[in-house]
């Protein structure tokens, strides 16, 4: 980052989604984020704008600050071209828990669709921020929301059945489940590493997971 962001800039990062780090502002305010490494452009329709981990921090400190009195922030931008009611409009938010039986009967092509799109946009995000540029590894954001990622890297994977929860170890979570191989695998392709353990109290095998660093 060369400059210090404008007043729109620290006015998107402040109110943007404290979860997903999902951006709302003028679009040459959000662009010049990109440009300071503090946010990424999602690459595909409707290329919403995500926080980097940089930009997270920043969030994090502004949001520290005392407030101050300031205009009211901008109205959000006009839907993208294209954009129509069967297109996802929300937040994403990985499946930390599904059904224990396979697939279901009615797949839902929206939230297909939703999930290849946010697979996509993590992929991207590690491209951006990790330092070597390598896709095949987790980010910095992924090790900050190792639930969410895990259960976003099983729900691309088509693993069904599967739960995933903080485990006592601060840098991995725990996968319980009727197929851990299938979780196993799926993980480990994602860029994950994982161990098999048994739950002496429930009689069941789980697994833990932790975003691979080299």
Do not use: K
């Amino acid at each position: 980052m060369t400059r210090q962001p404008s007043a729109a800039q620290r006015r998107a990062i402040r109110t943007a989604d404290a979860e997903s780090g999902l951006l709302r502002g003028p679009a040459a305010a959000l662009a010049s984020l990109v440009t300071q490494g503090l946010a990424l452009r999602h690459p595909r329709p409707p290329h919403r704008h995500y926080l980097t981990p940089a930009g997270q921090r920043l969030r994090e400190r502004l949001a520290a600050e005392p407030v101050r009195l300031v205009p009211p922030p901008d109205p959000d931008p006009a839907p993208a071209p294209g954009s129509g009611a069967g297109e996802p409009t929300g937040i994403f938010h990985a499946r930390t828990a599904t059904g224990d039986t396979g697939a279901p009967a009615d797949p839902d092509p929206l939230r297909e669709r939703e999930v290849r799109s946010a697979w996509a946009g993590l992929v991207e995000m590690r491209r951006v921020t990790n330092p070597d540029r390598s896709v095949e590894r987790p980010c910095d954001w992924e090790r900050t929301h190792l639930t969410q990622a895990a259960a976003l890297a099983l729900e691309a994977g088509c693993c069904r059945g599967y739960l995933v929860s903080e485990s006592a170890q601060p840098q991995a979570v725990r996968v319980d489940g009727p197929d851990s191989r299938a979780y196993a695998e799926t993980l480990e392709r994602a860029g994950w590493q994982t161990s098999a353990h048994a739950d002496r109290r429930a009689g069941a095998a789980y697994l833990l997971a932790s975003p691979r660093r080299v």
